[in-house]
């Protein structure tokens, strides 16, 4: 533990910065917030810590991971993270991470048996809700296209509950192009859509082979998916809903498609 008690101190410069999504992107950095969702960072192991930030009650609250932890320990008081922060934290927590080097291809994804691909869904709150529902349901891996959210982007994390950390993903510009690969594979790609023409989910899930892999394809609320995408799917899907909705949140249909699938 090295303890922190200036605003000077070079050594948590990169926490003055915690608020700035572009330059995090720039360092190949990502941050994590709050006990729980450090304490998920460090059990998933799925990528490097390259320093945390904490209070004396947050670290004996964590001090089973702290203990074996790999990184620097900055402590410092609760107010003095608030002024490297730039802003009222309360959670007594923060953690840096390393973001892996950028997948230019998606092929690694191809053997997984349940995939969610995601098209333009750039809400922060959606795209971490997307994963923690994926990670409920067993998904083995999330293709998100260019246009959607970073999953790494602090919100999204926090909203994911930590489930960026375990559940893999390829964010990728060539994203049609990886869902044709996987269809030609064999899988099933099925579009989720509000469309009265599409097959009932519930229709779906009885006539689908059980040991073929599906991907599940959403789109950003309002827009869905675009035609190129629905080019690429093997079947379009709809969940029935009452006549005057006209759609679910993004969210609450994979929950739904997920658990159905499951």
């Not at 090295?2 to 003055?16: C, F």
């Not at 989720?192 to 789109?219: E, F, H, I, K, W």
Request: charged share 20%; hydrophobic share 50%.
């Amino acid at each position: 533990m090295i303890e922190i008690t200036s605003l000077h101190d070079g050594r948590v410069a990169d926490y003055t910065r915690v608020g700035d999504p572009r330059w995090l992107l720039e360092q190949g950095l990502f941050v994590a917030e709050g006990r729980l969702v450090v304490r998920r960072l460090f059990e998933a192991g799925t990528f490097a810590v390259r320093s945390v930030l904490i209070t004396p009650a947050a670290q004996a609250a964590l001090i089973d991971i702290l203990e074996a932890a790999r990184c620097p320990i900055y402590l410092c008081a609760q107010e003095l993270m608030n002024q490297l922060a730039g802003f009222n934290f309360h959670r007594g927590c923060l953690a840096l991470g390393e973001r892996p080097r950028p997948i230019h291809s998606a092929s690694r994804f191809q053997a997984a048996h349940r995939l969610v691909a995601l098209e333009g869904v750039g809400n922060p709150d959606n795209v971490g809700g997307l994963f923690r529902v994926a990670a409920a349901f067993g998904v083995e891996a999330i293709l998100l296209d260019a246009a959607s959210g970073d999953p790494l982007y602090r919100k999204a994390i926090r909203t994911s509950m930590g489930a960026a950390f375990r559940v893999p993903f390829a964010q990728t510009a060539e994203w049609l192009a990886a869902l044709a690969g996987i269809r030609a594979a064999g899988a099933d790609v099925i579009a989720l859509t509000p469309n009265a023409s599409a097959t009932n989910l519930s229709d779906y899930v009885s006539n689908r082979p059980r040991d073929r892999q599906v991907v599940v394809m959403l789109g950003a609320e309002g827009p869905g998916l675009s035609r190129d995408a629905m080019s690429v799917a093997t079947t379009t899907v709809r969940i029935p809903i009452a006549q005057d909705v006209d759609s679910l949140n993004v969210v609450v249909a994979a929950g739904i498609a997920l658990a159905a699938l499951t």
